[in-house]
T-cell receptor, first 112, second 112 residues
């Protein structure tokens, strides 16, 4: 089944403790992206990648890091999480970027 | 400043009637527009899109209309079904899908 897989689905952590949210796609897509969803703000892009080793900032990159060492994986790293990073996170991938992205099921992160 | 705005947080429609979801944008450089549907505990799924060179695109019960001069697009669902109850996000792109800008979403409830 073609899909984008994110792990974990739920995560509660403490301020300052480094964490990684993994994302993997099995569709051989070139484009991958991370979004966060917050009430009243919709989905905001954090980082995106057009290919292996090619990444760029989205609208809200502060406090996040990404890497694209392999085509299928695009992990999101929070080096020192803070409570304002409590949110619902989505990873997405696309073959061309034109006809929309396939989204993962989301990771609900709570930073206390 | 949100470049893509969905001014109606929610909409309630009777089954069988038409649902009209609206979206406004401010950036005239956007050249591709998409609608996504999201159910609780799932990621958004691509619904329908339209290029700026068109003013209408149909796919079954779903039609998207684009009015470039007014910087406005709308999604029509006819007839509405209870299974259409979800959050609908409007999104726009100016870089061939590399960077999607989303609206805040509209919750659609279809009553049976």
């Amino acid at each position: 089944e073609a899909q984008v897989t994110q792990n974990p689905r739920y995560l509660i952590t403490v301020t300052g403790k480094k964490l990684t949210v993994t994302c993997s796609q099995n569709m051989n897509h070139e484009y991958m992206s991370w979004y966060r969803q917050d009430p009243g703000l919709g989905l905001r892009q954090i980082y995106y990648s057009m290919n292996v080793e090619v990444t760029d900032k989205g609208d809200v990159p502060e406090g996040y890091k990404v890497s694209r060492k392999e085509k299928r994986n695009f992990p999101l790293i929070l080096e020192s999480p803070s409570p304002n990073q409590t949110s619902l996170y989505f990873c997405a991938s696309s073959a061309t970027g034109l006809y929309g992205y396939t989204f993962g099921s989301g990771t609900r992160l709570t930073v206390v | 400043d949100q470049q893509v705005k969905q001014n109606s947080p929610s909409l309630s429609v009777q089954e069988g009637r038409i649902s009209i979801l609206n979206c406004d944008y401010t950036n005239s450089m956007f050249d591709y527009f998409l609608w996504y549907k999201k159910y609780p505990a799932e990621g958004p799924t691509f619904l329908i899109s339209i290029s700026s060179i068109k003013d209408k695109n149909e796919d079954g019960r779903f039609t998207v209309f684009l009015n470039k001069s007014a910087k406005h697009l709308s999604l029509h669902i006819v007839p509405s079904q209870p299974g259409d109850s979800a959050v609908y996000f409007c999104a726009a792109s100016m870089e061939y899908g590399n960077k999607l800008v989303f609206g805040a979403g509209t919750i659609l409830r279809v009553k049976s």
